[in-house]
């Protein structure tokens, strides 16, 4: 059942952009459908656990937890909802690559073999997805692609921070997480709006409330899933299985027209994921 849980997460946040882009099309951009998703796992802990409000209001270590999470969920749900897949999907988990290099600045971790091997494997990955086809630099190259590189960046320095506030209660934590994922993007999605470069929320009609609440009903679902199997296996076994979400969102996505794979792609792809298993070897080490 735990590994089951942790299956069900990856599925639905592998297929996610599909939910995304259809609300999009109905004229709600990607950062208020983020909010909504995440205002249900929010109000639950913030009702069901009260004492988790009060442990994060009096502890501002939490509060970069809180950042990190909403900039991660507002740059990938973004990215995914408006950029190729594969590419977003990919460039996100060049995590692996941040996280040794914020492990080293806010843990004091020390770089073993693996972990340089790893960042090797993720650098020659992030190059051949980024590569121009009629050469140049590896750098992103459009606003998805971005997303997808410093959503990875922020959601490393989410788990780094995690691990630094492992003493926390996991109330706390997991509030601080949905209150960043919540407030980041309606923040975010404000601004925009504001300034004409995002729509302010809106839906084609009010049918389209029902599928909006199945949804957030998922998301939680999923999140209490991802706790539950976490919880019950060991850590590298956890980071293998999240990365089916790999699989899931560029399967979905070639057979759905999200994205595309090209031999550089494919060839990127692998090596980045290959990182990231590395790193789930490391912990098993450790």
Known sequence: MAFLGLIFNALVWGLSWWPFRQFQSAGLHPLWATVSFFFL??????LLRREAWRELRSTPSLWPIMLAAGVTNTFFNWGVATGDVVRVVLLFYLMP????????????????????????????????????????????????????VLGGMSFAL???????????SPE???L????????????????????????????????WVLPLAGMAVLFFLSN?????????????VTAIVMLCEVPFAALSSLAWGGGT?????????????????????????G
């Open 172 to 174: 706390a934590r997991a």
């Open 97 to 148: 690559l941040w996280a040794v290099l914020l492990a080293r600045l806010i843990l004091g971790e020390h770089l073993t073999r693996l972990a340089l091997l790893r960042m090797a494997l993720a650098l020659g990955g992030a190059a051949a997805v980024l590569a121009p086809a009629g050469g140049g630099l590896p750098l992103p190259a459009s606003l998805s692609d971005w997303l997808g």
């Open 261 to 285: 794979l090209g031999l550089r792609t494919a060839v990127g792809g692998l090596c980045i994921v290959g990182a990231a298993l590395l790193a789930a070897l490391e912990k098993r080490q």
């Open 41 to 46: 796992s929010w109000l639950v802990i913030l």
């Open 224 to 236: 209490l899933s991802l706790q539950y199997g976490a919880a019950r296996l060991p850590a590298n």
């Open 158 to 168: 989410n788990n780094v921070m995690l691990r630094r506030e492992a003493g926390r």
């Open 176 to 207: 601080a997480m949905f209150s960043g994922g919540v407030g980041v993007s309606a923040l975010a999605a404000t601004l925009m709006a504001s300034q004409g470069l995002a729509p302010w929320p809106a839906l084609a009609s009010l049918w």
